[in-house]
């Protein structure tokens, strides 16, 4: 009975057992990309030999003529995107350090709850709360500021609500990174005279400089997708941006208003901008890697 027990159990086998479930669910994974890749690329193939490369630098977005161009919705997704980049990361960088190093665990708990909080409200109550509270403010502040009259709708507000929306996540890894810088380093630091701001440029920033990217481009592939709450505070007209108070559209936003009645060249149309999008992500992710790995090796990491 024992010699049977010790086979039944055989670590070997157990071994072999989780090998084989952890590389079929990595493979599963690619599987699943793969497969979104190539049912994109199959329904978008009409519009790709329709339009060609044209699409991707053309403005033109007339429906009855059934002509199409992919520039305007390009254009005002990487313009939302970096609005909110420049909002978000400088204001999570701040919120981080300050809870990290200067606020009391009075001030650090419920600042910290908060932040777990807003990354938990879907996109949508964002979209909805700019749409009745935030572009009305907008249009006022905006108004009094520059006596510029405008609806409040349009690229600045979508990107403040995406800024919004991705500082929450950036916030709470930078967080987390600065509480994994050794004590013993800052404590070095300050023993040798450097101020708080020396500290944070030498030794938090660069110790973490892995995970503080990690963290913004995190926020970056967030931002570049995100949906619903665009779309109820961008303006959704097919236009090449004037300016960040102008109103437009993004491939998201795009993707939303006309994919429940897309027929014939049209619905392959959106499916070519879903292709494009993911392309988007996936050049985010790879230049992120490879941003990191350099990074990595400038430090003396392997």
Known sequence: ???????????NALD??????????????CLILAGILVQLFYYALPAVREFGFNFLISSNWDPVNDIYGALPAITGTLLTTATALVIAVPVSFIVAMYLVENASPYVSAPIGFALDLLAAVPSIIYGMWGLFVFVPFMQKWIKNLTGITCNGFGFLTGGIILA??????ICAIMRDVFK??????????????ATHWEVTCDINMKYGAGGLLGAIFLGLGRAVGETMAVLFVIGNIQAMPQSLLSSGTTIAATLANNFSEAEGILKSVLFEL????????LAIQIIAQLWLNRVRKRMGEK
């Not at 072999?16 to 994974?29: N, Q």
């Not at 994994?180 to 005279?193: I, R, S, T």
């Not at 879903?274 to 992500?281: E, F, K, Q, V």
């Open 1 to 11: 009975m024992a010699t049977v027990k010790k086979q039944f159990f055989n670590p």
């Open 16 to 29: 072999r057992l989780f090998r084989i479930i952890c590389v079929s669910a990595a493979l599963l994974i």
């Open 164 to 169: 919004l929306m991705i500082l929450p996540f």
């Open 180 to 193: 994994m810088v050794p004590p013993v380093l800052k404590e070095a630091a300050f023993g040798a005279g």
């Open 274 to 281: 879903g292709l494009i999008l993911l392309a988007i992500s």
